[in-house]
């Protein structure tokens, strides 16, 4: 039973432990000493890279994005659109609200984009993982190939990277969003295979 729903317990427990750090005010040191080490990072050409990665997890993308590849899965495999579906349901739930639960601020010290709205946890990452991660692990099945598994991580990780080096997220945030966004991947994952088996 535990190895059969690994792909939910396991970053639901990820998510809950930096939670619990967080709450415990155990977490912030970490956070602040990585959040000032971004300083020396600081600078051009990285600075607009960071800032075209972070683009493209912005909600103005991700709902064109998601449209197109809506359209695509209604067209050409139906089964397929329930579970995306539930899948970027689950991310926006877990964005507005758990945003308003914690409510905690913005780092303010090397800020480096205008952005409103509370830290924890990271929009961006949740989506990143959901959106992109759902994008990369479908093309891999079908085309039997591992030869996107590479760049989709370095494509996730870029966008998480992108929030801390902008001074918009803590690390925590980051970390917590992609143990949201790999939950809401492997509920997607339960229910493609449920939708197979049917």
């Known amino acids: 039973m535990i190895k059969k729903y690994k ?18 005010n155990q977490v912030l040191p970490i956070d602040l000493w990585i959040y000032h080490k971004m300083e020396g990072f600081i600078g051009e050409p990285i600075t607009t890279i960071m ?13 064109i994005f998601s449209s197109i590849w809506a359209i695509y899965l209604f067209k050409k495999e ?6 995306f579906c539930i899948i970027l349901l689950m991310s926006v739930c877990f964005i507005v609200f758990l945003k308003l ?15 409103d709205g509370y830290s924890f946890p ?18 891999i099945e079908h085309s039997k190939k591992n030869i996107l598994f590479l760049p989709g991580v ?3 990780l870029g966008i998480g990277f992108s ?17 949201l966004g790999a939950l809401t991947l492997g509920i997607g994952s339960l229910l493609r295979r449920k939708d197979k088996k049917a």
């Open 7 to 24: 792909e939910i317990w396991i970053p639901f427990v990820c998510f809950l432990f930096i939670t619990v750090l967080l709450l415990c």
């Open 51 to 63: 800032k075209i990665f972070t683009l493209l997890g912005e909600p103005k993308t991700i709902v």
């Open 78 to 83: 139906k089964r397929e659109l329930k579970p």
């Open 101 to 115: 639960i914690f409510m905690r601020e913005r780092p303010d010290i090397l800020r480096l984009i205008p952005i």
């Open 122 to 139: 990271s929009g961006h990452s949740i989506i990143s993982v959901s959106f992109y991660g759902y994008l990369m692990t479908y093309f």
């Open 154 to 156: 370095f494509f996730i």
């Open 163 to 179: 929030r801390i080096y902008l001074g918009v997220h803590y690390f925590s945030d980051v970390l917590a969003g992609y143990s």
